[in-house]
């Protein structure tokens, strides 16, 4: 079936850096990609959707300059947190749905992202 | 927009027991309706979908049941075994390449 690789599976920075986090459809054309973050105990929160060769849509209250998104190729997606601080704390995770038909959406394991 | 309210919020039954969490969703054109099994620190894993031309969808113990009419659709998991304890969320999906809309979850726990 599908496969999304999302890396790093964790991560820790110091406040101020920036991290960023890798998605990989494996065996098909990601055309849209989609990125989430889940406070302990709660639902997943789009953040934002991606179109490859397109910017990205962000929902509201998420802010672009900080959450950058690329999605350049067919296969890889790519959200980097800028400037992070501990709020930013979260468990991230990326999902991608092919173009090609309707054949479902395919989540990656997800990055917990722990800022110190 | 859509909105997807799921119940309940936790859930404990006994092993071999059945377990049924409910979803509703608000916007008539959502058409696709998949259910996610979470376990700890891990990526949500689709366990059974439906879309709305169907009216039961059927793999195993577990099976879904969609009712267009009344806006809602459940899962139901026969036969419950330890392993099946997780967070379950539902989603509902208006068309095209559109992100899903979560529920809230449920928290399944099955006492052996």
């Known amino acids: 079936g599908a496969v999304v690789s999302q890396h790093p599976s964790w991560v820790i920075c110091k406040s101020g850096t920036s991290v960023k986090i890798e998605c990989r459809s494996l065996?098909?054309?990601?055309?849209?990609m989609f990125w989430y973050r889940q406070f302990p105990k709660q639902s997943l929160m789009l953040m934002a959707t991606?179109?490859?060769?397109?910017?990205?849509?962000?929902e509201q209250g998420v802010e672009k300059d900080k959450f950058l998104i690329n999605h350049a190729s067919l296969t890889l997606s790519t959200l980097t947190v800028t400037s992070a601080h501990p709020e930013d704390s979260s468990f991230y995770i990326c999902?991608?749905?092919?173009?090609?038909?309707?054949?479902?959406?395919?989540f990656g394991s997800g990055t917990r992202l722990t800022v110190v | 927009g859509e909105n997807v309210e799921q119940h309940p919020s936790t859930l404990s039954v006994q092993e071999g027991d059945s377990a049924v969490i409910k979803c509703t969703y608000s916007d008539s054109a959502s058409n696709y309706f998949p259910w996610y099994k979470q376990e700890l620190g891990k990526g949500p894993q689709l366990i059974i979908d439906i879309r709305s031309n169907v009216g039961e969808k059927k793999d195993q113990r577990i099976a879904v049941t969609l009712n267009k009419t009344a806006k809602h659709f459940s899962l139901h998991i026969t036969e419950t075994q330890p392993e099946d304890s997780a967070v379950y969320f539902c989603a509902a999906r208006k068309g095209g390449n559109t992100p899903l809309v979560f529920g809230k979850g449920t928290r399944l726990s099955v006492i052996a």
């Open positions: 999902s991608a749905t092919s173009g090609q038909g309707f054949s479902g959406y395919t």
């Open positions: 065996d098909f054309q990601a055309t849209t």
């Open positions: 991606s179109n490859e060769g397109s910017k990205a849509t962000y």
